[in-house]
Protein backbone atom coordinates (compact mmCIF):
# COMPACT_ATOMS: atom_id res chain seq x y z
CA UNK A 1 0.00 0.00 0.00
CA UNK A 2 1.44 3.59 -1.22
CA UNK A 3 0.66 4.81 2.46
CA UNK A 4 2.69 2.19 4.35
CA UNK A 5 5.73 2.74 1.94
CA UNK A 6 5.39 6.85 2.51
CA UNK A 7 5.57 6.11 6.44
CA UNK A 8 8.15 3.97 6.47
CA UNK A 9 10.30 6.63 4.28
CA UNK A 10 9.41 8.98 7.22
CA UNK A 11 10.50 6.29 9.76
CA UNK A 12 13.55 5.90 7.66
CA UNK A 13 14.52 9.41 7.18
CA UNK A 14 13.88 10.17 11.12
CA UNK A 15 15.14 7.87 13.27
CA UNK A 16 14.83 8.39 17.20
CA UNK A 17 12.61 10.50 19.20
CA UNK A 18 13.37 13.35 18.27
CA UNK A 19 11.70 14.83 15.62
CA UNK A 20 13.78 18.01 14.29
CA UNK A 21 12.00 21.58 14.37
CA UNK A 22 11.58 22.21 10.59
CA UNK A 23 11.28 26.20 10.65
CA UNK A 24 14.93 26.52 12.48
CA UNK A 25 16.97 23.84 10.89
CA UNK A 26 17.56 24.48 7.18
CA UNK A 27 18.88 21.05 6.71
CA UNK A 28 16.23 18.61 8.19
CA UNK A 29 13.90 21.55 6.25
CA UNK A 30 15.33 20.38 2.68
CA UNK A 31 15.26 16.60 3.51
CA UNK A 32 11.41 17.30 4.15
CA UNK A 33 11.06 19.40 0.81
CA UNK A 34 12.67 16.43 -1.08
CA UNK A 35 11.29 13.38 0.01
CA UNK A 36 7.94 13.64 -1.57
CA UNK A 37 10.01 13.81 -5.02
CA UNK A 38 11.99 10.71 -4.29
CA UNK A 39 8.41 9.22 -3.20
CA UNK A 40 6.54 9.84 -6.31
CA UNK A 41 7.71 7.82 -8.70
CA UNK A 42 6.83 4.63 -6.67
CA UNK A 43 3.84 5.98 -4.75
CA UNK A 44 1.93 8.44 -7.12
CA UNK A 45 -1.37 6.74 -8.11
CA UNK A 46 -4.84 8.43 -9.33
CA UNK A 47 -6.19 8.54 -6.27
CA UNK A 48 -2.87 9.26 -3.98
CA UNK A 49 -1.08 12.48 -5.92
CA UNK A 50 2.03 14.19 -5.16
CA UNK A 51 -0.14 16.88 -2.82
CA UNK A 52 -1.68 13.34 -0.46
CA UNK A 53 1.67 12.33 -0.11
CA UNK A 54 2.78 15.62 1.23
CA UNK A 55 -0.16 15.55 3.49
CA UNK A 56 0.70 11.96 4.76
CA UNK A 57 4.63 12.71 5.40
CA UNK A 58 2.91 15.00 8.05
CA UNK A 59 0.16 13.13 8.97
CA UNK A 60 3.27 10.26 9.99
CA UNK A 61 5.90 13.10 11.60
CA UNK A 62 2.65 14.08 14.02
CA UNK A 63 2.09 10.46 14.61
CA UNK A 64 5.36 9.67 15.77
CA UNK A 65 5.95 13.17 17.90
CA UNK A 66 2.23 11.79 19.82
CA UNK A 67 3.35 8.13 20.02
CA UNK A 68 6.86 9.59 21.88
CA UNK A 69 4.60 11.98 24.14
CA UNK A 70 2.65 8.48 24.80
CA UNK A 71 6.17 6.81 25.86
CA UNK A 72 6.94 4.72 22.65
CA UNK A 73 10.84 4.91 22.56
CA UNK A 74 11.94 4.90 18.76
CA UNK A 75 15.67 4.14 19.57
CA UNK A 76 14.59 0.56 20.94
CA UNK A 77 12.96 -2.01 18.75
CA UNK A 78 9.56 -3.24 19.92
CA UNK A 79 9.20 -7.03 19.99
CA UNK A 80 5.84 -7.90 18.60
CA UNK A 81 4.09 -11.17 19.42
CA UNK A 82 6.45 -13.68 17.64
CA UNK A 83 4.72 -15.84 14.52
CA UNK A 84 5.26 -19.30 14.96
CA UNK A 85 4.68 -21.77 12.03
CA UNK A 86 5.11 -25.18 11.48
CA UNK A 87 7.47 -26.98 9.75
CA UNK A 88 7.61 -30.74 8.29
CA UNK A 89 10.87 -33.09 8.58
CA UNK A 90 11.41 -35.75 5.82
CA UNK A 91 10.79 -38.30 8.48
CA UNK A 92 7.24 -36.32 9.04
CA UNK A 93 8.20 -34.79 12.56
CA UNK A 94 6.45 -31.70 12.79
CA UNK A 95 8.48 -28.93 14.56
CA UNK A 96 7.53 -25.45 15.48
CA UNK A 97 9.91 -22.68 14.68
CA UNK A 98 9.58 -19.42 15.88
CA UNK A 99 10.15 -16.06 13.28
CA UNK A 100 12.68 -13.40 14.47
CA UNK A 101 11.54 -10.52 16.52
CA UNK A 102 9.80 -8.20 14.04
CA UNK A 103 10.15 -3.96 15.65
CA UNK A 104 7.88 -1.32 15.00
CA UNK A 105 9.97 -0.01 12.54
CA UNK A 106 9.66 -2.96 9.91
CA UNK A 107 6.14 -2.37 9.59
CA UNK A 108 6.08 -3.67 5.76
CA UNK A 109 7.08 -7.12 7.14
CA UNK A 110 4.78 -6.54 9.61
CA UNK A 111 1.89 -6.38 7.13
CA UNK A 112 2.83 -9.16 5.14
CA UNK A 113 3.07 -11.43 7.68
CA UNK A 114 -0.21 -10.35 9.04
CA UNK A 115 -1.79 -11.04 6.00
CA UNK A 116 -1.20 -14.72 6.28
CA UNK A 117 -0.96 -15.72 9.58
CA UNK A 118 -4.33 -13.34 11.10
CA UNK A 119 -6.91 -15.67 12.52
CA UNK A 120 -10.03 -13.78 14.59
CA UNK A 121 -11.16 -16.08 17.02
CA UNK A 122 -11.97 -16.04 20.71
CA UNK A 123 -8.61 -16.86 23.20
CA UNK A 124 -7.92 -16.00 26.32
CA UNK A 125 -5.74 -13.26 24.68
CA UNK A 126 -8.07 -12.10 21.97
CA UNK A 127 -6.72 -10.44 19.15
CA UNK A 128 -7.51 -6.94 17.83
CA UNK A 129 -9.94 -8.13 15.79
CA UNK A 130 -11.63 -10.35 18.15
CA UNK A 131 -12.09 -7.29 20.51
CA UNK A 132 -13.68 -5.22 17.53
CA UNK A 133 -16.03 -7.84 16.46
CA UNK A 134 -16.82 -8.02 20.55
CA UNK A 135 -18.38 -4.26 20.66
CA UNK A 136 -14.98 -3.57 21.96
CA UNK A 137 -14.77 -1.16 19.06
CA UNK A 138 -15.00 2.82 19.34
CA UNK A 139 -16.84 5.49 17.69
CA UNK A 140 -13.22 7.01 17.04
CA UNK A 141 -11.77 3.87 16.29
CA UNK A 142 -14.24 2.85 13.36
CA UNK A 143 -13.91 6.10 11.78
CA UNK A 144 -10.37 5.41 11.38
CA UNK A 145 -10.66 1.89 10.26
CA UNK A 146 -13.70 3.56 7.41
CA UNK A 147 -11.19 6.46 6.47
CA UNK A 148 -8.18 4.12 5.86
CA UNK A 149 -10.44 1.79 3.93
CA UNK A 150 -11.68 4.44 1.67
CA UNK A 151 -7.97 5.90 1.28
CA UNK A 152 -8.71 9.72 2.54
CA UNK A 153 -8.10 11.57 5.55
CA UNK A 154 -11.67 13.33 6.52
CA UNK A 155 -14.87 11.90 6.92
CA UNK A 156 -16.44 14.49 4.77
CA UNK A 157 -14.72 13.22 2.05
CA UNK A 158 -16.84 10.16 2.36
CA UNK A 159 -19.93 10.42 0.99
CA UNK A 160 -23.45 8.38 2.89
CA UNK A 161 -24.34 6.74 -0.40
CA UNK A 162 -20.53 5.31 -0.38
CA UNK A 163 -20.75 4.13 2.68
CA UNK A 164 -24.57 2.40 2.17
CA UNK A 165 -22.80 0.68 -0.49
CA UNK A 166 -20.29 -0.19 1.16
CA UNK A 167 -22.88 -1.99 3.82
CA UNK A 168 -24.97 -3.24 1.68
CA UNK A 169 -21.46 -5.62 -0.38
CA UNK A 170 -20.06 -6.41 2.98
CA UNK A 171 -22.78 -6.54 5.46
CA UNK A 172 -24.97 -9.73 6.08
CA UNK A 173 -28.26 -9.49 4.40
CA UNK A 174 -30.64 -9.32 7.57
CA UNK A 175 -33.17 -7.12 9.79
CA UNK A 176 -29.95 -4.99 11.08
CA UNK A 177 -28.45 -4.06 7.61
CA UNK A 178 -32.01 -2.83 6.39
CA UNK A 179 -31.92 -0.55 9.70
CA UNK A 180 -28.96 1.01 8.67
CA UNK A 181 -30.21 2.52 5.26
CA UNK A 182 -31.86 5.15 7.09
CA UNK A 183 -29.56 5.66 9.84
CA UNK A 184 -27.64 8.80 10.32
CA UNK A 185 -23.76 8.57 8.61
CA UNK A 186 -21.53 8.25 12.09
CA UNK A 187 -24.10 5.58 13.02
CA UNK A 188 -23.27 3.57 9.64
CA UNK A 189 -19.34 3.57 10.96
CA UNK A 190 -18.93 0.87 13.30
CA UNK A 191 -21.22 -1.30 11.38
CA UNK A 192 -19.22 -1.32 8.52
CA UNK A 193 -16.30 -1.50 10.23
CA UNK A 194 -16.65 -4.46 12.27
CA UNK A 195 -18.07 -5.44 8.56
CA UNK A 196 -14.62 -5.14 7.25
CA UNK A 197 -12.91 -6.65 10.09
CA UNK A 198 -15.28 -9.93 9.84
CA UNK A 199 -13.82 -10.20 5.90
CA UNK A 200 -10.48 -9.52 6.66
CA UNK A 201 -10.60 -6.62 4.29
CA UNK A 202 -9.10 -4.60 6.94
CA UNK A 203 -6.50 -5.84 9.83
CA UNK A 204 -4.67 -4.49 12.93
CA UNK A 205 -1.49 -5.09 14.27
CA UNK A 206 -0.81 -7.05 17.30
CA UNK A 207 -1.05 -5.07 20.55
CA UNK A 208 -2.97 -2.27 18.63
CA UNK A 209 -5.70 -0.43 21.30
CA UNK A 210 -9.19 -0.81 19.69
CA UNK A 211 -10.40 2.24 21.78
CA UNK A 212 -7.52 4.15 20.22
CA UNK A 213 -6.55 2.93 16.86
CA UNK A 214 -3.76 5.00 14.47
CA UNK A 215 -3.77 4.63 10.97
CA UNK A 216 -0.64 2.84 11.64
CA UNK A 217 -2.00 0.15 13.61
CA UNK A 218 -4.41 -0.87 9.91
CA UNK A 219 -4.08 -2.53 7.01
CA UNK A 220 -6.03 -2.98 4.50
CA UNK A 221 -5.43 -5.94 2.75
CA UNK A 222 -8.48 -6.55 0.72
CA UNK A 223 -10.69 -4.39 -2.09
CA UNK A 224 -13.27 -2.45 -0.50
Known sequence: M???KVRKAVYDTWKGNSIPLFKTDSAERQKLEELPATLIPSCKTKYFGERAIRQHIFDSLNEIKRRIRKGVDYTKPRIRKAIAKETTS????????????????DLTEVQCLKIATAQVSPSCDPSPESQCLNSELSVKSAEVIVLQAFGVHFLKEVTRQQLVRAINNHLPQNAERKALLTAPKTSLLKPLAQ?????????????????????????????L
Open 195 to 223: GLLAKKIIQINSGADVCDLTRDDILVSGV
Open 90 to 105: SVGVTNATTAPAITSH
Open 2 to 4: MRN
